[in-house]
């Protein structure tokens, strides 16, 4: 039985927007909602780094362009971005403990990727969470590029989850079909 809905595509394809529309049709339909997606953060049309955005408008640091000055250190690097682990798990981590009180309840999130892979404790709640029996989630995974990455793989590989391949082409068709899907993981 399908529990589970993630979303996947090339950057900038409109996999947030899409997770954003979902969830305001699932809540308007009664279902519980909290996660959190990632955005943008641009200065002076440049795109600087990512934030965390939770769905109740808190908003932390994910990631943001590597200054030269910066020191090498133990800093998680992803291209161009250095990590900010200590901001995304404070903001992040505590949203998985009481995400799946009471019923139809969809926890989004949004992405499981690079940056968020740096941290051992999200992929031990994101696995968790994938088996607590009382919630659904409602996610984004990358598209398959290099080395794969275990937790995507993962999250791929179960029988329990539906992916939805968000292209150029079918980002404004599509919107129902993923609605539906939800909605059925909840029933």
Same mark, same amino acid.
């Given at each position: ?8 595509? !090339? ?7 899409? !997770?954003?529309s ?8 009664? @279902?519980? @909602? %909290?996660?959190f997606?990632?955005? +943008?953060?641009r #200065? ?10 939770? =769905?109740?408008g808190?908003?932390g640091?994910?990631?943001?362009? *590597?200054? +030269?000055?910066a ?7 992803v291209?161009?971005?250095?990590v900010? =682990?200590? %901001?995304? +798990? *404070? =903001?992040?981590l505590?949203? &998985?403990r009481n995400?799946? #009180?009471g019923s139809k309840?969809? &926890?989004v999130i ?7 892979? &740096? %941290?051992q404790?999200f992929?031990?709640a994101?696995r968790?969470? =994938?088996d607590? %029996?009382?919630?659904s989630i ?6 398959p ?7 995507? #793989?993962?999250?791929r ?6 992916? &939805?391949?968000?292209?150029? #082409? ?11 899907? !939800?909605? +059925?993981?909840?029933k």
């Open positions: 039985m399908m529990k589970h809905v993630f979303l996947t595509g !090339v950057p900038g394809v409109g996999k947030t927007t899409l !997770v954003k979902v969830c305001e049709a699932v809540v308007s339909a009664g @279902v519980s @909602v %909290s996660g997606y990632t955005e +943008e953060v #200065e002076r049309g440049r795109r600087v780094g990512f934030d965390v955005v939770t =769905l109740t808190d908003r640091r994910l990631s943001r362009l *590597s200054s +030269e000055s020191a090498g250190g133990r800093e998680h690097r291209g161009q971005y250095v900010d =682990l200590q %901001s995304f +798990e *404070s =903001l992040a505590p949203l &998985f995400m799946c #009180e309840k969809v &926890f949004d992405e499981i990727g690079k940056m968020e892979l &740096f %941290s404790a992929i031990r994101v968790q969470t =994938l607590a %029996s009382s919630c409602l996610g984004t995974i990358p598209v590029k290099g080395k794969p990455l275990a937790l995507v #793989e993962e999250v590989s179960r029988q329990d989850v539906k992916i &939805f391949m968000v292209t150029k #082409e079918n980002r404004d068709t599509i919107f129902d079909e993923i609605v539906s899907a !939800v909605q +059925e993981c909840v």
